[in-house]
């Protein structure tokens, strides 16, 4: 029973936070000029048009996944480097801007009752379950995403300060990089490593804290 309340909180939530955080590198796209992913039917908040099965699947695996990629042509920006990067920033932005809204719903209700996780109705804790939750895989996905290795948002953020020889040579590295991720998961699943975890926790542990009290 514990097992099937826990999804009926954790997957509405991932498909929303992906979505959004797809939809937003799509849409900070079509501002900046690009209309890739609206020719794509990617500007819609219809989680069908962005969840990938594979990435989804992960997520409950080893607690880190991926949506599908929105389609973005650096070549419609005025500024190619410039606009990739604050592209790429859009996605995590967006998850930290939901946990700070939700954190505040959050510290509300906490507000009217402290101890509102432990006590109260079940449809309450339910609800505050679900907050918490959705703080914290907001936290995670966007921190997770600012990793700096290519594909991650976090490299197309850094290549906009690097030169442009620099920038190049290091978005090249999307095929190596993404090798590297999948290599990583791999060992995380199959060894019980969390290796992911260990480079996001203790951020995220900080920012949770910080928005609910809560450490995990």
Do not use: C
């Amino acid at each position: 029973m514990n097992t099937i309340i826990q999804l009926l909180i954790q997957i509405p939530i991932l498909l929303i936070t992906l979505t959004i955080h797809e939809f937003s590198h799509g849409y900070v796209a079509y501002l900046l000029g690009d209309d890739t992913a609206k020719r794509a039917g990617r500007l819609t908040l219809n989680p069908i048009s962005h969840i990938d099965p594979i990435g989804l699947l992960m997520l409950f695996i080893v607690h880190i996944g991926w949506a599908k990629p929105v389609p973005v042509n650096p070549y419609n920006f005025k500024n190619q480097k410039r606009d990739m990067a604050i592209t790429a920033a859009a996605g995590p932005v967006s998850n930290f801007v939901m946990a700070i809204i939700l954190s505040v719903v959050f510290n509300l209700l906490k507000a009217a009752n402290p101890n509102i996780l432990y006590s109260g109705s079940m449809l309450a804790q339910f609800f505050t379950s679900m907050l918490v939750y959705a703080i914290l895989i907001n936290l995670a996905l966007g921190i997770f995403n600012l990793i700096p290795i290519p594909p991650m948002d976090g490299s197309k953020i850094l290549g906009g300060f690097l030169s442009d020889e620099a920038y190049y040579k290091y978005t090249a590295q999307e095929r190596k990089g993404a090798q590297i991720l999948m290599i990583i998961f791999a060992v995380s699943f199959i060894f019980k490593l969390n290796i992911i975890g260990a480079i996001i926790m203790p951020p995220l542990n900080f920012f949770l804290k910080l928005l609910t009290g809560i450490t995990l």
